[in-house]
């Protein structure tokens, strides 16, 4: 059974970098597709950057982390990271690494998430 841990959440302020890393315990090759999501207060859940496992690796983005936010996993790593660069503190928010299995059609997998604070 893949479980998921995020790590690198923080306090920064306005224009500063954060890291995050969603670190995988179990069968990474049974895995599709692994995201980044966020949730901040009174708001829904919302798709950051997501990227594919597969024999092509391919990244996509929100609108709103474009430019700025990079997700990445690195060969013979079992982890997905993401690089957030200009934080703004529209950016604050839990953010939440989850995982499609080969099987499955949505993600239906999710980590614990990780507070990201930005000061202005």
């Known amino acids: 059974q893949v479980q998921l841990v995020e790590s690198g959440g923080g306090l920064v302020q306005a224009g500063g970098s954060l890291k995050l890393s969603c670190e995988v315990s179990?069968?990474?090759?049974?895995?599709?597709?692994m995201a980044w999501y966020r949730q901040a207060p009174g708001k829904q859940r919302e798709l950051v950057a997501n990227?594919?496992?597969?024999?092509?690796?391919?990244?996509a983005y929100a609108d709103s982390v474009k430019g700025r936010f990079t997700i990445s996993k690195n060969n013979g790593e079992d982890a997905v990271r993401m690089q957030m660069n200009s934080l703004k503190p529209e950016d604050t928010a839990v953010y939440y690494c989850?995982?499609?299995?080969?099987?499955?059609?949505?993600?239906?997998?999710w980590g614990q998430g990780t507070q990201v604070t930005v000061s202005p």
């Open positions: 989850a995982a499609q299995t080969l099987r499955g059609n949505s993600y239906d997998i």
């Open positions: 179990g069968n990474i090759y049974t895995l599709r597709t």
């Open positions: 990227i594919t496992l597969t024999h092509f690796t391919s990244a």
